[in-house]
Nanobody, 114 residues
Framework: QVQLVESGGGSVLPGGSLRLSCTPSRSIFSFANMRWYRQAPGNQRELVAILNTSGWSNHAEAVKGRFAISRDRANRTLLLQMNDLKPEDTAVYYC????????WGQGTQVTVTS
């Protein structure tokens, strides 16, 4: 069973930054792609960003220019750098990895509030 271990959530002021991490129990390159999703209370889970094995990435319009998905230098951990955070970014953020199956992390809370 694949495990995805997330970390890096927390509470910040508007305009602040956080970096989320997701470490899978097997090689990042064994997945066709990895993604970050988020779910705010009362809302459906939404895709935030996607990164495939070739390095291609894409981000939701709501976060473009503020968030960046990447791998760490050791290519062991998926990252989500979040800058200029807004209250509407408040949500539980989930790491997702896909091969023929889809795997999910436990989620990490991000709260942006003054």
């Amino acid at each position: 069973q694949v495990q995805l271990v997330e970390s890096g959530g927390g509470s910040v002021l508007p305009g602040g930054s956080l970096r989320l991490s997701c470490t899978p129990s097997r090689s990042i390159f064994s997945f066709a792609n990895m993604r970050w999703y988020r779910q705010a209370p009362g809302n459906q889970r939404e895709l935030v960003a996607i990164l495939n094995t070739s390095g291609w990435s894409n981000h939701a319009e709501a976060v473009k220019g503020r968030f960046a998905i990447s791998r760490d230098r050791a290519n062991r951990t998926l990252l989500l750098q979040m800058n200029d955070l807004k209250p509407e970014d408040t949500a539980v953020y989930y790491c997702n990895a896909n091969d023929v199956r889809s795997y999910w992390g436990q989620g990490t809370q991000v709260t942006v509030t003054s």
